[in-house]
């Protein structure tokens, strides 16, 4: 859920009327009074896990980014969902652990990932954006980098820091890396973990050293200028900054996670002021993690903990009464003029019109930020009494004479005052040498002045003179002669789907304010034309101008016409009035079809169905589609690109694609072309282009579309970490299935072609002499091999990401005996990938491997081999287990081990290693460590085990082992000592990948490894999960 709370602070407001000020009342870091908060813990729209960095455009929309639900969300500035974009993965539009965001001074979108965090095997992106969220480009990956934060300078340079190569990289708008800045350390300009940046309009650069615990600040020029802070909770000091902002003064806010604050200082590091506690009250936080203050300097914190936005800072706002129009002034012999009272921007407060004073009072917050109470008073020229309400929706509600009106923010009370009949020369206002009273029922406890001389001067002149213009030409007062020279004659536009729109200039070319007088402004005669955008300046200053727009959308053929008229104070084109005109036409309308099927002008998204997706094709070779282009409209539809392809290619891979056939032109109404697109990929993997289409049609040109189409190169079969047996190996007893991967994506329908067709592996024994006489698939088994039924094969190739493998249960799920054997992965015959190429080049895959003896197995049928520990029970089965027998007793370490984030607490127990690895059988809810690796907070490489699920049919206490990403914390307690590791890499390895579960360490590292992914088919687990972690803390 959005859940917003909204405060509305009280705030004293001053008027004045008949001077020409307006008092404000000043506020100095306002940011320091909350204001509204919103989001919650969760994945919907306006939940967060985990929020981090933040930016605001000009418009005050607020981009987050939502590390652990790897998205985007934007909301305007009091909160509301306004949309969102990416998801978990390594797409274009997917992310592992979005840190920070940025715009550029196009409004694009910079985020920057830390996949460390997010288990995206380090591969870091800086990705880009449109401000709705469709990709533009993405840079990197930057390896192991841990990008944190990032910012823009002036000229789109991108700056970036590295948490773990502690160092800021700068690049150019294009990409291109121009500078590092830093290294690894404690001195000046060096950094431990560089978090949040900001850049001020000198280019100058500050930065959150994080594991410094201070402020650095470099020039432009990446020359070190300063630093502040050092690790505790008194003033100028910090516990991990993460991110810093910078208002319009120039001031620092530094977010201070650890003392759970926001700290203020000036440019130099002087402190100003702070606030927040730890807590989930307004104004409190829980590990705030980023900051971001807009143009009308709110300030919103996320909180990482806290899994929400709070603001502060709601700019107070400054009500102002003020006489606007002819204010000592200017008025034109013979007329009138208007004195005008304007209340702006006002707040909840109470006004009051009595016998010709103006009063205004409310309270002030009370703070240390806050100015002086100042209440103010004003006489009005005519004297009436006037009560007024200003309530909290921003309205002044005033009673006049016993009839109520409402005056509304940024509109107008008027108090008219006649000059007529005068001829030029100087006029005083009514009350001339009048007081202005402050503060008259004595209110205010302060000293204030209680009178003030309120005289006005009013000169009379011969007045404005207006002009009006269209394309620079003036317009005759009264025109009815349309012409395309002064933008009255709209041309033609088409009655369906056109429309066209014209603006034009009013200048005041008199010697006074030009007043227009009209409700609107402009008004026009006739439906086919509207005034779509009003002038905004009234009045129009001696030699000013102000502008209008008119749009003509005609709703029939022909010639249509209307009538402007401007009604002004200009004594002598009053109403200013003049025709305009366009004609409806009928033009063109361009369609286009693959296969059929409509393609929208612009789709970005390749379909097989439509033809825009060439699919897979081998590399270097050649395929075509054929597409349709239709012309529904009236008129012949020209295509008007260069000839004689007529059609243009870009983007990316546009050499990969040529127009073999060109379409024809011009197209008559009603009818349609066709023309070929020939697809020759130069590369394996994904290829795209763009095509453009230019041509007459009003409102679809050029008319674009995306295609793609894969090549293809050989796929082979892989012999790896995910395949078993291994090649060559020797097993200690039989097994029921064997796990080939191949390189890439192969067919996997029920087809002779595919991976999961059991016709296309063949396994079989040397027989009785010793040999494999079996030459290939196309020959299948000779007679002297002993041939070994493959009972089923499953091909997964993971959503098409990979890894590709294909799993084949054997010789009727009963154990192999004794012998030597050997499988075929057939490319003789039939295994191919998408693009037709047969395996291995046409030629089959051999895996060879020996049993040493038979056994029946523990219904897993693994071999010895697979020395991983079967860390999960069959879900849905409860069991009653026999007694742990001596041989396999555990031993107590007196060691706890603790994951906070997955809530769990165990102790450690000592499991024996035995000739086929490790028995976990009793395991229960403890965690095992497994002899012969690392004793547990030894130096070296500790492997500790749990259940994923146990043998009561429960989740065992590694259930969400797989929930972990970089940077989780893992503790080990051992008497009164803290071990804590940080989490460093999490994979899925094959159950006999040993090798990856004990590599060996110098320093302190700690294994977790548990089964994952139950296979109903073979009733035992498919993969293990390994997550580890390094010691980065004892106390």
Request: glycine letters at 10%; aromatic letters at 10%; proline letters at 5%.
């Amino acid at each position: 859920m959005n859940q917003k709370t909204l405060k509305t602070p009280k705030i004293v407001f001053i008027l004045s009327t008949f001077l020409l000020f307006s008092v404000f009342v000043q506020v100095v870091y306002a940011g320091t009074s909350f204001h509204l908060t919103w989001g919650s813990r969760g994945g919907g729209d306006g939940e967060f896990r985990a929020p981090r960095g933040m930016t605001v455009d000009s418009a005050g929309d607020v981009y987050v980014a939502d590390t652990d639900n790897d998205r985007i969300q934007v909301f305007d500035s009091d909160g509301n969902f306004l949309r969102k974009w990416g998801s978990e993965g390594f797409g274009n539009n997917q992310f592992f652990g979005p840190r920070d965001v940025a715009l550029d001074s196009a409004g694009n979108v910079y985020v920057v990932e830390n996949s460390l965090y997010g288990g995206g095997m380090g591969l870091d992106y800086i990705r880009i954006f449109d401000s709705n969220g469709n990709f533009l480009d993405r840079w990197g990956p930057h390896i192991d980098a841990a990008l944190t934060g990032i910012a823009l300078d002036s000229a789109d340079n991108v700056h970036v820091t590295s948490e773990l190569d502690d160092e800021i990289r700068v690049f150019d708008s294009a990409g291109s890396l121009l500078r590092t800045i830093g290294s690894p350390g404690t001195g000046n300009g060096e950094f431990d973990k560089p978090m949040g940046l900001a850049i001020d309009s000198a280019g100058n650069i500050y930065v959150a050293d994080s594991g410094n615990h201070r402020i650095q600040v470099f020039d432009s020029a990446r020359n070190f200028l300063r630093q502040w802070g050092s690790w505790g909770a008194e003033n100028r000091e910090f516990k991990f900054p993460q991110d810093i902002a910078l208002d319009s003064a120039g001031n620092v806010y530094v977010v201070d996670l650890g003392n759970h604050r926001i700290q203020i200082f000036d440019s130099n590091g002087n402190f100003l002021g702070k606030w927040g506690s730890e807590g989930s009250g307004e104004g409190q936080f829980e590990y705030p993690s980023g900051i971001a203050i807009d143009n009308s300097g709110r300030i919103y914190i996320s909180e990482r903990d806290g899994d929400r936005i709070q603001r502060f800072g709601e700019p107070i706002a400054d009500l102002s009464v003020s006489k606007t129009n002819n204010v000592a002034g200017t008025v034109a012999a013979n007329t009138s003029f208007i004195w005008t009272l304007k209340v702006s921007n006002h707040r909840a407060a109470t006004a009051f019109f009595n016998d010709g004073e103006i009063i205004l009072r409310d309270e002030l917050p009370t703070g240390p930020f806050y100015g002086t109470p100042v209440v103010s008073a004003y006489e009005i020229s005519n004297g009436e009494n006037i009560s007024c309400l200003i309530d909290g929706s921003n309205d002044l509600l005033c009673t006049a004479s016993g009839a109520e009106v409402g005056i509304h923010n940024e509109t107008f009370f008027d108090v008219h005052i006649t000059v007529s009949p005068y001829s030029a020369g100087t006029l005083v206002n009514p009350r001339s040498g009048g007081i202005c009273q402050v503060d008259p029922d004595g209110l205010i406890d302060e000293s204030i002045t209680t009178n003030n001389d309120c005289s006005d001067t009013i000169t009379v002149t011969d007045g404005p003179e207006i002009d009006v213009q269209g394309n620079g030409a003036s317009i005759l007062d009264g025109d009815s002669t349309p012409t395309t020279a002064d933008n009255t004659d709209f041309g033609n536009v088409d009655v369906d789907s056109g429309s066209v729109t014209h603006t034009f200039t009013i200048k005041n070319t008199g010697t006074e304010d030009l007043y227009l007088t009209g409700t609107p402004s402009v008004s026009i005669t006739a439906g086919d034309f509207t005034v779509s955008a009003q002038p905004v300046t009234d009045p129009v200053a001696s030699g000013g101008s102000t502008t209008f727009e008119i749009t003509f959308d005609p709703t029939a053929t022909g010639t249509r016409t209307a009538t402007i008229s401007i009604a002004n104070n200009d004594n002598d084109e009053n109403p200013y009035t003049f025709d305009i005109q366009g004609t409806g036409t009928t033009v063109p309308e361009m369609d286009l079809l693959g296969n059929s099927i409509g393609i929208a002008d612009g789709d970005n998204t390749p379909s097989i169905a439509d033809h825009t997706d060439f699919g897979y094709v081998v590399t270097g070779g050649t395929f075509s589609r054929t597409f349709t282009i239709e012309n529904n409209g009236a008129t012949d539809l020209n295509l008007t690109g260069v000839a004689p392809d007529l059609i243009t290619l870009t983007g990316a891979n546009a050499g990969d694609f040529s127009v073999s056939i060109p379409p024809a032109t011009p197209i008559l109404a009603s009818s349609g072309t066709t023309f070929t697109i020939e697809f020759t990929p130069s590369a394996g993997n994904l290829r795209e282009a763009t095509v453009e289409i230019a041509n007459d049609d009003s409102d679809e040109n050029p008319y674009t579309f995306a295609i793609q189409g894969k090549g293809a190169d050989t796929p082979v079969v892989v012999f790896g970490a995910n395949t078993f047996p291994s090649q060559n190996a020797t097993l200690a007893s039989g097994i029921t299935h064997l796990m080939l991967e191949f390189n890439m994506d192969v067919k996997g329908s029920a087809n002779t072609e595919s991976a999961n067709n059991i016709a296309n592996y063949l396994l079989f024994d040397t027989g009785n002499d010793g040999l494999f006489n079996t030459v290939d698939c196309t020959t299948g088994v000779s007679p002297n091999d002993v041939n070994v039924p493959v009972f089923s094969a499953s091909y997964d190739d993971h959503d098409e990401a990979g890894p590709y493998i294909v799993t084949l249960t054997i010789n009727n799920d009963t154990p192999l005996p004794a012998g030597e054997y050997r499988l075929l992965a057939c490319g003789t015959t039939s295994i191919e990938n998408h693009a037709n190429i047969e395996l291995n080049n046409s030629t089959d895959a051999s895996l060879d491997f020996t049993v040493q003896g038979s056994s029946s197995g523990s219904g897993s049928g693994d071999g010895s081999e697979v020395t991983l520990p079967k860390t999960g029970y069959s879900p849905g089965v409860a069991l009653t287990l026999p007694p742990q027998p001596a041989t396999a007793k555990y031993s107590d370490t007196a060691i706890q081990l603790s994951i906070p984030k997955l809530n769990l607490s165990m102790p450690i127990v000592g499991v024996p290693e035995i000739p086929t690895g490790w028995d976990v059988t009793w395991l229960g809810n403890s965690a095992g460590y497994l002899a012969g690796s690392a004793y547990p907070t030894w130096a070296g490489n500790t492997v500790l085990t749990g259940h994923v699920w146990d043998p009561f049919n429960n989740p065992g206490p590694f259930a969400q082992l797989k929930t972990l990403k970089y940077g989780d914390r893992i503790i080990l307690l051992f008497g009164e000592q803290t071990y804590t590791y940080e989490v460093r890499d999490t994979r899925i390895i094959s159950p006999n990948n040993v090798d990856a579960v004990l590599q060996h360490e110098e320093y302190d590292w700690v294994t977790l490894v548990t089964c994952e992914s139950y296979n109903t088919l073979w009733g035992s687990y498919d993969y293990r999960r390994m997550v580890r972690a390094v010691l980065v803390d004892v106390r």
